[in-house]
């Protein structure tokens, strides 16, 4: 297991253009073989994702982005944060790379979009997972919505903000012992006062109008819902509804598992996980 100071030093960057703005985008790319992009969501960054990666390098070229004023990417004010704009931005970094198609793998905000991506370019996309992933009008959820309020930036100090982190991680994880080592690596990237407006204007960016404007039944991917079904943020009935609009869809739920279902069952979650990627069944 990386530390989150490991993770960064294994990043690599590449300029992407949205919107006529050229912003700094960190990614981790390890492996060979048929690609797969591992997307985190809010207030994550790409080292949720750090013990999944390791166990797919050995079969699979692995890319994991930072979103834009997420992580290790761009933090300046002046760009929008939108789902909209993290789609367009993941999708000018894999052309970029030369992936013209890929399986995606997106959590929370990151299955946003997934939901997005694969509903706009349906021949890019080979399988797709989506995890506790926002989707319809069932997000943003309050305490993101409450970091997004203007005054946070202008009332709160960076000390604040990482304890409001500190207590959503450890009360949206399963376990009685929540992972220090997980919880720190997360808080991370908010640690002062540039990562802390950033992620004030990451909150406030979130918009529904960008999952109620697309049509999940468009998505043609075979796809595995694969969900903590203990989750208060974005319940599994998301799943089971997102699993009656998309025609090759599969919903796995995991038992004893919250919304970061990645770090409270991480054996069983790589296990389905490698599974549909390379078999294209669920264990």
Not at 26 to 52: K, Q
Not at 131 to 154: C, F, H, M, Q, R
């Amino acid at each position: 297991m990386a530390s989150h100071e490991e993770w960064t030093n294994a990043q690599q960057h590449q300029e992407v253009t949205v919107d006529g703005k050229d912003l700094d985008m960190a990614y981790y790319d390890e492996g060979e073989g048929d690609p797969v992009v591992l997307l985190h969501g809010i207030p994550t960054w790409s080292y949720l994702w750090r013990d999944v990666a390791e166990a797919l390098t050995d079969d699979r070229r692995v890319v994991v982005p930072d979103m834009v004023g997420y992580g290790n990417s761009a933090m300046r004010d002046e760009f929008d944060r939108s789902i909209r704009v993290q789609e367009l931005a993941v999708a000018d970094l894999l052309d970029g790379l030369g992936l013209d198609t890929v399986s995606f793998v997106g959590h929370d905000l990151g299955g946003g979009v997934g939901l997005r991506y694969a509903v706009h370019r349906p021949d890019a996309v080979d399988r797709l997972v989506l995890s506790n992933a926002v989707a319809y009008d069932a997000w943003p959820v309050e305490p993101i919505v409450n970091i997004g309020l203007p005054s946070t930036a202008k009332d709160k100090s960076v000390e604040e903000i990482q304890e409001t982190l500190d207590g959503m991680f450890r009360q949206s994880l399963a376990s009685d012992d929540p992972s220090d080592e997980f919880v720190e690596g997360m808080k991370a990237p908010w640690n002062s006062e540039r990562g802390m407006v950033s992620l004030v204007r990451d909150a406030a960016a979130t918009n529904t109008n960008h999952t109620t404007e697309i049509d999940p039944s468009d998505i043609t991917a075979d796809t595995l819902l694969l969900w903590g079904a203990d989750d208060e943020f974005q319940p599994i009935d998301s799943a089971e509804r997102l699993e009656g609009d998309i025609e090759s869809a599969e919903v796995v739920g995991l038992d004893d598992a919250n919304h970061w279902v990645i770090q409270d069952r991480p054996e069983r979650y790589v296990e389905e996980l490698r599974s549909f990627l390379l078999d294209g069944e669920s264990a």
